[in-house]
T-cell receptor
Framework: GNSVTQMEGPVTLSEEAFLTINCTYTATGYPSLFWYVQYPGEGLQLLLKATKADDKGSNKGFEATYRKETTSFHLEKGSVQVSDSAVYFCALSGRDQAGTALIFGKGTTLSVSS | DVKVTQSSRYLVKRTGEKVFLECVQDMDHENMFWYRQDPGLGLRLIYFSYDVKMKEKGDIPEGYSVSREKKERFSLILESASTNQTSMYLC?????????????FGQGTRLTVV
């Protein structure tokens, strides 16, 4: 079945450091891929997405490229801020049935200190 | 501004009680979902619904049921609450229209069963 694996956290960085959070997936066909972010005390919100191979999603300085050959969708940011402290979830959506739920990784907690 | 609203942010219930968690969306989405979020386990799908009165089991439906009498409302029911159901519960909705559509989340209900 479809699944998502993301790197274990927590990830602790200083402000302005480079961020990478690894995400790999297993899926039949050609899924869409997402990164969601959960700020403290809030629900999840979409950060970025990519719908086909070699697409790059980007938002708020974050980027991720859909790599079909390595089945990966790693999240990167060149210079993190304290306000980026949150939990980040990689997710995929298959194309096989109506109403398909997103399948999520376990989440990676990012803590950025000044 | 699109919204998924969960009726309670925090709930404390006693073991054996019947518990109702309510979720309402204002986006006319066909699909609605209930997840639970636990540290180290990420988001796990409990139930979802792709139409009024339709429901499908997710990965962990045991001990739960759902109701969808109107398109905008999706209720999660704990038939007899137990301490292992203490968790964060997240409701989401999503439009039918392909794997690249975004899911929108409520702010979550933190349920404690004592």
């Amino acid at each position: 079945g479809n699944s998502v694996t993301q790197m274990e956290g927590p990830v602790t960085l200083s402000e302005e450091a480079f961020l990478t959070i690894n995400c790999t997936y297993t899926a039949t066909g050609y899924p869409s891929l997402f990164w969601y972010v959960q700020y403290p005390g809030e629900g999840l919100q979409l950060l970025l997405k990519a719908t086909k191979a070699d697409d790059k999603g980007s938002n708020k300085g974050f980027e991720a490229t859909y790599r079909k050959e390595t089945t990966s969708f790693h999240l990167e940011k060149g210079s993190v801020q304290v306000s980026d402290s949150a939990v980040y979830f990689c997710a995929l959506s298959g194309r096989d049935q109506a109403g398909t739920a997103l399948i999520f990784g376990k989440g990676t907690t990012l803590s950025v200190s000044s | 501004d699109v919204k998924v609203t969960q009726s309670s942010r925090y709930l404390v219930k006693r073991t054996g009680e019947k518990v109702f968690l309510e979720c309402v969306q204002d986006m006319d989405h066909e699909n609605m979902f209930w997840y639970r979020q636990d540290p180290g386990l990420g988001l796990r799908l409990i139930y979802f619904s792709y139409d009024v009165k339709m429901k499908e089991k997710g990965d962990i439906p045991e001990g739960y049921s759902v109701s969808r009498e109107k398109k905008e409302r999706f209720s999660l029911i704990l038939e007899s609450a137990s301490t292992n159901q203490t968790s964060m519960y997240l409701c989401a909705s999503r439009k039918t229209g392909g794997a690249n559509t975004e899911a929108f989340f409520g702010q979550g209900t933190r349920l404690t069963v004592v």
